[in-house]
T-cell receptor, first 113, second 113 residues
Framework: DADVTQTPRNRITKTGKRIMLECSQTKGHDRMYWYRQDPGLGLRLIYYSFDVKDINKGEISDGYSVSRQAQAKFSLSLESAIPNQTALYFC????????????FGPGTRLTVL | GEDVEQSLFLSVREGDSSVINCTYTDSSSTYLYWYKQEPGAGLQLLTYIFSNMDMKQDQRLTVLLNKKDKHLSLRIADTQTGDSAIYFCAEKNRGSTLGRLYFGRGTQLTVWP
C-alpha cells in the first residue's frame, strides 16, 4: 500500500463549485504540505502544517484553505473554484529526523471548466 | 527569497551520461535534493546531499556539490530510456521553517534510443 495517498486522482468541476482534495499518510510524519504543479513553473507551495494546531501559508495560498484533521490527514479546499486553478496538486509529508526529506503522493489532476 | 534554477530541457542518447545542473542562491543551504517525476506520477526522491559534502555516489547516480559556486549537479551514468522524466532540484536552508523546501522548475530529460 502507498504511504501517501490522495483522493480523488482526477476531478473535473465547474467554476464556482467547492472542491475538497484529501491526503492521508501512513508514514507517521508530523509535517504535511500541499503543492500545485503547472507546466514550466515547477512546484509552488500552497500551505504547510507541522501538526494539527499549526497551519502556515505558502507562496500561493489565495483562493485555497486547508484543514489538518489529524496527524495523518491534511485536506485542501477550493471554496469557489476558478479556471486558473486547473493544475496538478500534490500532497507531501516529511519528518525532521530524516533530513526533512519530503515524500509525495501520486497527485490529483484538477480541471475547472 | 530563495532561488533555485535549472535548465528546462536535456536530450541524450541511450548509453551516454547525462548531467543535470542546478544553481541556488542561498549560501545557508543545509540539504540539497534531487527528485524524479515520471509521467503521470508524483515526485520520487532520488538522493540528497548534506552541504558539508562535495560528492555522493549511489549506483549510476553521482551528485556533485560546489558550495562556493552554489552549483549542484546530478550525473546519470549509462542513461537508459527509463530515465526519461522530469528531474527537480530542491534545497533546504537554515532559515527554512518546518522543513520547507525550495524547488527548481525541473529539467525534462529525454533519452533517445
Amino acid at each position: 500500500d502507498a504511504d501517501v495517498t490522495q483522493t480523488p486522482r482526477n476531478r473535473i468541476t465547474k467554476t464556482g463549485k467547492r472542491i475538497m482534495l484529501e491526503c492521508s499518510q501512513t508514514k507517521g510524519h508530523d509535517r504535511m504540505y500541499w503543492y500545485r504543479q503547472d507546466p514550466g513553473l515547477g512546484l509552488r507551495l500552497i500551505y504547510y502544517s507541522f501538526d494539527v494546531k499549526d497551519i502556515n501559508k505558502g507562496e500561493i495560498s489565495d483562493g485555497y484553505s486547508v484543514s489538518r484533521q489529524a496527524q495523518a490527514k491534511f485536506s485542501l479546499s477550493l471554496e469557489s473554484a476558478i479556471p486558473n486553478q486547473t493544475a496538478l496538486y500534490f500532497c507531501a509529508t516529511a519528518a525532521r529526523e530524516q533530513a526533512d526529506t519530503q515524500y509525495f503522493g501520486p497527485g490529483t489532476r484538477l480541471t475547472v471548466l | 527569497g530563495e532561488d533555485v534554477e535549472q535548465s528546462l530541457f536535456l536530450s541524450v542518447r541511450e548509453g551516454d551520461s547525462s548531467v543535470i545542473n542546478c544553481t541556488y542562491t542561498d549560501s545557508s543551504s543545509t540539504y540539497l535534493y534531487w527528485y524524479k517525476q515520471e509521467p503521470g506520477a508524483g515526485l520520487q526522491l532520488l538522493t540528497y546531499i548534506f552541504s558539508n559534502m562535495d560528492m555522493k555516489q549511489d549506483q549510476r547516480l553521482t551528485v556533485l556539490l560546489n558550495k562556493k559556486d552554489k552549483h549542484l549537479s546530478l550525473r546519470i551514468a549509462d542513461t537508459q530510456t527509463g530515465d526519461s522524466a522530469i528531474y527537480f532540484c530542491a534545497e533546504k536552508n537554515r532559515g527554512s521553517t518546518l522543513g520547507r523546501l525550495y524547488f527548481g522548475r525541473g529539467t525534462q530529460l529525454t533519452v533517445w534510443p
